[in-house]
């Protein structure tokens, strides 16, 4: 059944315009670093996970490079040399540092790149009620808060692996009620529309819309909680290998995992710190591997990316626990289809039937990572709200987990 309200497309449109959208995604990236040093911005806990300080610089180089450079008259580079540092994996743009190096900038300090976001927010003026370059700025838009996501993402792995276990925000998070018995929202089968349908703004992967064969099936109304994992590690499930893919079975093994990344005895990091873990949230930071063996061990099935967006066509996808401000993420849960944690789903990445690798220096954001890594679905709670929509697809390889990754169960009918 269905048990959520339709989902109207006017409610969850920003009520400013485009240049509001640009101002306040600048404002909530140098909002979330406040509670960081200069030493906390430069790490690089892991070559998956990028400096905080990065983040700010490189999304700024983004708009210096495809916006400011190509289409401000007379814009000089505001330093010709950070470009090097700055670009991530554009081949396009020239030659870059190493991904692993991020962690030794040490110069420019966040101080003079904070002043080098000012410099570039100022020029960005004239061209945000540009009609010609809206989509380009759409496109930043989303971009710069795909790294506040990230961001907020890598510091937390960069401060777990502080033993000190450095909380970035004080505070604890409210204890939640025990979530009902999970229910399902039923689908009939058939043909369904998947994709974006052209209306606003979406990432090329998300189209061209096309169609899908369904067979019945059904998705479960909330995400799996931490006290049900714990049931799922009691019961032996890191150690019985017919749970799990041999992909899956080879990585537990040789990384000696037995349990979600974050978690010590009944403990888990949070960006408040080490804080008691609420049994009846939704458990987060697990790989697609974890993820396949639960639902094994639980008599169900990862969903594949075209239920989930079929049932997400009538979910509003700016409603439950997304990224409202500068505030610790925690996923809390609840019966929202977007939100708390992403969801993974047993579709490989790859391209619609008629997907075609856009022109210029932007035709590399999406398509070339096509290979290998699996689509999840939904928001988190580090998403910026606003920025997802039902025909959205994240994608990380299978063994990642520093996420705010989650599992929400499918059955066939
Ligand atoms: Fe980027």
Not at 270 to 295: F, L, M
């Amino acid at each position: 059944m269905h048990r959520s309200e339709q989902y109207e497309p006017e409610r969850s449109r920003s009520a400013g315009g485009l240049a509001d959208n640009f101002r306040s995604t600048r404002a909530l990236t140098e909002a979330l670093v406040v509670p960081l040093s200069d030493a906390d911005a430069t790490l690089q806990s892991m070559e998956d996970a990028s400096p905080a300080k990065w983040h700010l610089a490189h999304t700024t180089w983004f708009w210096e490079t495809f916006l400011l450079r190509e289409h401000l008259h007379g814009y000089r580079l505001h330093d010709d040399r950070w470009p090097f540092l700055f670009n991530s994996y554009y081949e396009a743009e020239g030659a870059r540092i190493a991904r692993a190096a991020r962690g030794v900038l040490s110069r420019p300090k966040l101080e003079e790149v904070l002043e080098w976001r000012a410099v570039v927010d100022d020029a960005m003026t004239p061209l945000l009620d540009d009609p010609a370059l809206a989509s380009l700025v759409a496109l930043g838009v989303a971009h710069e808060q795909q790294h506040i996501e990230l961001l907020l993402t890598d510091i937390k792995h960069a401060l777990f692996c502080n033993p000190l276990g450095p909380a970035m925000w004080e505070g604890r998070a409210p204890a939640r009620t025990a979530p009902a018995a999970m229910d399902w929202h039923a689908h009939p089968g058939g043909i369904a529309l998947i994709g974006h349908d052209s209306t606003g703004f979406a990432f090329d992967n998300e189209g061209p819309r096309h169609r899908v064969l369904l067979e019945p099936f059904a998705l479960a109304d909330r995400l799996v909680t931490n006290g049900e994992w714990e049931a799922f590690i009691a019961d032996g499930g890191y150690r019985n290998p017919r749970l799990w893919l041999a992909d899956g079975w080879a990585w537990v093994q040789r990384e000696g995992i037995g349990a979600p990344l974050y978690w010590r005895e009944g403990e888990h990091f949070t960006p408040q710190g080490w804080k008691a873990r609420d049994p009846n949230a939704p458990v987060a930071h697990i790989s697609y591997y974890e993820a396949d063996a639960y639902a094994t061990w639980a008599g169900a099935r990862l969903p594949t990316e075209f239920e989930w967006e079929a049932i997400a066509a009538s979910h509003d996808p700016a409603a439950g626990n997304q990224l409202d401000g500068a505030a610790p993420p925690l996923p809390h849960g609840g019966t929202d289809l977007f939100g708390d944690c992403w969801q993974f789903t047993r579709s490989a990445y790859l391209p619609y039937p008629g997907f075609r690798v856009a022109e210029g220096a932007v035709g590399e954001y999406n398509g070339k990572f096509m290979s290998g890594q699996v689509v999840l679905r939904g928001a988190s709670c580090a998403t910026v709200r606003g920025h997802s929509r039902p025909s959205y697809r994240n994608f990380f390889y299978p063994n990642q987990r520093w996420q705010f990754t989650g599992l929400r169960l499918a059955k066939d009918a």
